[in-house]
């Protein structure tokens, strides 16, 4: 993991400029013209001219998969702290939020996600306690234990559901601004402003002294501790910062996407889905977790559509959802044996190897 | 040289491989839009269904049955007043996500074709796309679930919990046992044990049953099974120890049949269980073996395959090796019958809602028009071949539930028998309760409720 940062670095190595294609070396100026393409087409030009499918089944999830990656990434990936309690973490953010929305409707929609936010981080800092003692797998049973603790907790006192009988609840229609967010466009545009915002503070964040002590702590702790880190202040920050991006991911994921909040929506799968973003995206990266999501989310629907062109030629439906995870399966392993460090350090090489393309030997 | 030596050395199966699959999802991705291209003309049903997964049994006999009663109308009648109906599956998993996702993808109909209704027979999948079905106007039929309150289609113009919505479930079995016992005001000192699954599904009814037990004075225990359920061994012995008259088991999947078995460890007389609308196959029953007979259950529809539309089914669709069942073995099960019934509510819908508006293809508001004015009598069912097997239905802009009758049947081992006539639920005394909650969710929506004496 920490290699990946090094091999960027050495890649940028001056001396080797001059021969190199200028394709993919921007000056900064450049690169904040990029940055606002990207912007100008994510907030403009997506919206318009993708269809509701697009918006709600596809572009969302991805999205509030990406920004749930991104906070489980914060914790495992760059401060080394096992966890399998992200769904659990993702559904304090969601029930936060819900009691904030309904119990406080005078507070704006940021707001609430704000405090949904730190409320999680709170509860995330607290099941980072056991991280201060134990490492590794035994960690993970801890954060399990999380995952069912809360599951159980919110199917058990109805207070957290506002007495609701059934358990289920449904979201209350969101407005910011004054504007309704009612269509599929404004939903993804909600989402993608909060996964901008969010991705820009984490970025920032893992290259500030805080980001350097987490990947000193992930990369020996021992080391970490005798040139003065605190350890276990460290540790709990990444829990906390880790579960506050989980928990805006979870509301988001209630009530922008799916439109409902029930306990067992944030299931253990939900928490290993999480866990495989970043595995396939790539540990200890921030864009990767956009190519895990992307694994995650789009491969299975581009199966199911392969797979209802074959379903005319006369394949069993329930054989072909079969074949589909075989699929699917296959191709995780496939990618983890080629490049076990994640789509992202992929992309890097490609990048690298596009880079001195045409002078290649 | 280099180059070709570098291609050599990189493993050229790898990036054909990686070639070929993108070719293929390229394929694939371009092919969907052209597959089935005659549908204009048609009338669509989108199937979230599910075939994988924990719930797959109740899912392949439910659409197996929708699916064949659909191709009966096609092949046998030419379609709806000449209208053929069309239809597409979309694998759920019973997973609200792929639910949402397969909606999303469905909605819009198929290659012209619109969409009539959504059937997800899933509690989850349904509330995660009420809002949506609200929006794109597409009815959202939750036949025996879904949302109590939804009954109140003033408020829930697009949503109908067709024939039997949960409390009218649980308000019709305690008729029953009030029968059993001599009249409803025998049941007072009785103890009722209520076993439920452990999700929204199950506590939908805790409310209604604490209401009941109220108003008749029978003495209430309501005790939760975790999902899934296949550990029940403390609440059978608080169940032991509580020594009730009568359990009403709420279960769903694998809960149902350990439900039994547990009862036969503890001692408790199959024959004094009675399960809900979800407790009620051959699937539930017969894994318990000898446990399970004499367990009595609720239906809305027998199985068998006596009726003239199975029958007919059988003639048109499963003879001829068009039938969508895996197992044949499974023919007019409850699952099956369940979504047979299903389709003649659905076409039956599309039928009325033609008749005002044309023998054309619908649009889902226009097949809502349809299902909010269906009136299914005996004379009716009799001209589809149904009677016995739907019960009478009448919905109407207040009421988009119907029925909320059932019959009781009872598992003699091998299969079920119908051992009462229609068992109506107290809906008078349900539908202040449901209303209440209905408006609450319309304050809590915006929503302004229709008038139903004017919107007809």
Known sequence: MSS???????????????????????????????????????????PRLSNDYWLSAILIPFLVL????????????????????????????AYATYNLLVRAPALPLAVDLLLGGLITAAVGALFGLPSLRIKGFYLIVSTLAAQFLVEWIFTRVSWFSNNDGSGVLSAPTLSAFGLKIATPAARYLLVLSVVAVVFAMAFSLVRSELGRRWMAVRDMDTAARVIGIPVGRTKLLAFALSSFVLGIAGALWAFAYLGTVE???????????????????????????????????????????????????????????????????????????????????????ARNRLRDWPLRA | MNFIDSFKRRGTSARLSSRLA?????????????????????????????????????GSGFFGGFIDYMNLVNKRDGGVNGVKLTWSECETEYVVEKGVECYERLKSGLNGAPAAATNPLSVGIAYATLDRSTVDKIPLVTINHGRTDSTDGAVFPYVFPLQLN??????????????????????????????????????ETIPVLDTLAKKYGFELTQIEVPHPGNEQGSQWLTIHRIKPDWVILRGWGVMNPVALKSAQKVGFPADH???????????????AGDAA????????????????????????????????????????????????????????ALRVAQAKFGNKPLTGEQVRWGFEHLNLDDARLKQLGAYGLVQPLKLSCADHEGGGAVRFQQWDGQQWKVISGWVQADRALLRPIIEKSANAYAKEKGITPRDCGKDI
Request: glycine share 14%; net charge positive.
């Open chain 2, 22 to 58: 993108a070719a293929s999802l390229l394929l694939a991705l371009g092919a969907t839009p052209f597959s089935n291209a005659q549908a204009a003309g048609e009338e669509y049903f989108p199937l979230q269904s599910y075939r994988v997964g924990p719930y797959a049994a109740g």
């Open chain 1, 263 to 349: 306990p067992h929506g944030f299931d253990l799968n939900l928490s290993f889905q999480v866990l495989f973003i970043i595995i396939i995206g790539g540990m200890g990266s921030i864009g990767g977790n956009f190519l895990g999501a992307a694994f995650i989310v789009l491969l299975p629907i581009l199966l199911s559509h392969a797979a209802g062109a074959l379903a005319s030629v006369g394949i069993e439906a329930g054989q072909l959802q079969n074949l589909q995870k075989i699929l699917f399966g296959t191709l995780i392993i496939v990618f983890l044996i080629k490049e076990p460090d994640g789509l992202a350090r992929l992309v890097q090489t």
């Open chain 2, 166 to 203: 949960p409390y009218s479930e649980v308000s019709a079995i305690v008729n029953y046992i009030g029968q059993q016992s001599g009249g409803l005001t025998q049941l007072k000192g009785k103890k009722i044990v209520v076993l439920y699954h452990g999700s929204p599904y199950g506590r």
């Open chain 2, 293 to 348: 007979r004499g367990f009595i259950s609720i239906t809305t529809h027998p199985s068998g395959t006596g009726f003239p539309v199975i029958q007919a089914i059988d003639q048109y669709v499963i003879k001829p090796g068009n039938g969508n069942l895996k197992d044949p073995a499974r023919f007019g099960t409850v699952y099956y019958n369940l979504g047979v019934v299903n389709g003649i509510l659905n076409v039956e």
């Open chain 2, 273 to 287: 269980i009675i399960g809900n609308i979800w407790s009620n196959s051959e699937e539930d029953a017969r894994p």
């Open chain 1, 4 to 46: 990946l940062q090094s091999n960027a670095s050495v890649s940028r190595k001056p001396g080797a400029q001059p021969r190199r294609s200028s394709l993919l070396r921007l000056s900064g100026g450049a690169l904040i013209a990029l940055i606002a393409l990207a912007a100008l087409i994510a907030f403009v030009a997506v």
């Open chain 1, 66 to 93: 990406s920004l749930a990656g991104l906070g489980l990434n914060l914790v495992t990936g760059y401060a080394g702290q096992l966890s399998l309690g992200s769904a659990a973490f993702m559904s304090v953010g």
